[in-house]
Structure formats: C-alpha cells, structure tokens
C-alpha cells in the first residue's frame, strides 16, 4: 500500500540530489506544490524531465534546481516564453543547464516505453531530420519485417515521477479524471513516485477514469489546490490571472528571486503561498 505521508516527509524521502525527477500532468494536474517543496529543500543538480515545461519548470530552473532539462516544448501557455529557462540557455543564470530535446511523440514513446520495461520505443517522428545525429538517445533502425528506416528513443531512466491527482482513497488507490496525459507513463517508469491529492476519500469518485493501484505509488500526500495555477477538474478552475502575472515577474532577476524568496522559501508550506497569492490578488484588484 502506499505510504501516506506528509508532503515534506515525502519530498525529503523520496527527492535526492542528482536525481532525474518528472513533474508530469496535462493542462491540470500540474504538481506545484510538490515543486515548490523541492525547491525549499534545497535539492540541486536535478535532470528534470517534462513534455511541456511550464511556469514550474521557469522556478525551478531560476531557483539552481536544474543540472539539465529532457523535453519537448516549454512556455508559458498561453502568454510567451519561460525567461528564467531562456535566462539559463542564453547567460547561464543561475548557472548553466544542458538540454536534451525532442517531439511530443519522441517524449510519448520514451514514457511507454520504460514504463513497459523495454530499452526503447519507436516512431517515425524524426525521419527527415538530423536529430539522430545530435541526440545520443535517438537512433535510426531497420524494421526486421519490411526494412522501413524507423527511429529508436532510448527509454526515459527515472528516479522519480510526480503527479497530482483529485484523490486517494483508503486503501491507497489515487483516481485521476479529465484530460490525462502520461502520468500513468511516468509513474510506472519510475523508481519512486510521489502523488499529491486534492483530497482523501473512503472510495474513490465515480468520475474516476485513470486509477493507478496502491502498489504502483510508493507515497502519496494530501496538497489541497497543489495543482494551483493550473486546474483540477471537478476541484478548481485555472487561474489565468497569475500565468499572465509571471511573465512581468520571471523577466527580472531581482523580482523573480524576491517572489521566489517570499512565496516559497519564507513559507512553510503550499497552502501559506497560495494565502499570499490571494491576498496580492485583492490588493491589486482593490488598487
């Protein structure tokens, strides 16, 4: 059964420095609580793997998280560019990081591929391109039947996969429902996982359509609105307001390390940050 612990426990457990960590979730579900523990425990020289690094990713690279990103598109939906990642890639602040790029499809078929305990996955998605050339996890290969040339994706090595979900129940089953993207993938890749839930249930809600069994998660941790700013379906709804907001605080160093400083380093936990999100909120709709 999975260990319900509490998310700082859970984060010092199962999080190590060197570590190749993925925060995985689709438009919502996104783990920002779980994020923001990583980087109040200080935990450095992570590879962070993501299909779509977002606003997390931007803090966790400008906070010196990152040793290298594994991905296949970042940006901040629906507003622009991540300007601590461009920070790190065009001047190396905080400090360098390596990347390691591919398609959605590519990510897709590393994801099923190691959670399917096979070396590699293989698509069509790169044929055309010089990437194989360039990426030492990207290979041409020969089908054995038909000779077509086909490309290989060495499976993703996780340490960690960290998810969110709406719920976990009492014999420590997490149901997940809406828009999904692989965070089955991921956390059956991984050596260890880490879910956090909206909330604990005695059975889970018949609006479930993903359940991932007890025995697949090593913890779980209750972070109400631990998806904040992205949405939980059926729990809350995204808040465009602070993907906007992000793109003026991220662009300045000093302002991005004073936000990063006051929301996640001066807090004691996910539910005192989203306390002081609010209430900058009401006094900048009041001003």
Known sequence: MAEILPLQEA????VRNGDTVALEGFTHLIPHAA?????RQGRQDLTLV???PDVLYDQLIGMGVARRLIFSWGGNPGVGSLHRFRDAIENGWPHPIEIEEHSHAGM?????AAASGLPFGVLRGYVGTDLPAHTRTVAKVNCPFTDEELVAVRALDLDVAVI?????DANGNVGIWGLLGVQKEAVLAARRCLV???ERVPKLDPRVTLVLPSWAVTA???APSGAHPSYAHGYYERDNAFYQAWDAISRDRDRFTAWMRRHVLETADF???LALVEAEAAAAGAA
């Open 164 to 168: 969110h979900a709406q719920q976990v």
């Open 11 to 14: 984060v010092s457990e199962l």
């Open 196 to 198: 956090t839930v909206e």
């Open 220 to 222: 779980v941790s209750v």
């Open 50 to 52: 993501r299909m779509t």
């Open 108 to 112: 897709a078929a590393r994801y099923v």
């Open 271 to 273: 539910a005192e940050h």
């Open 35 to 39: 994020g923001h523990e990583v980087v």
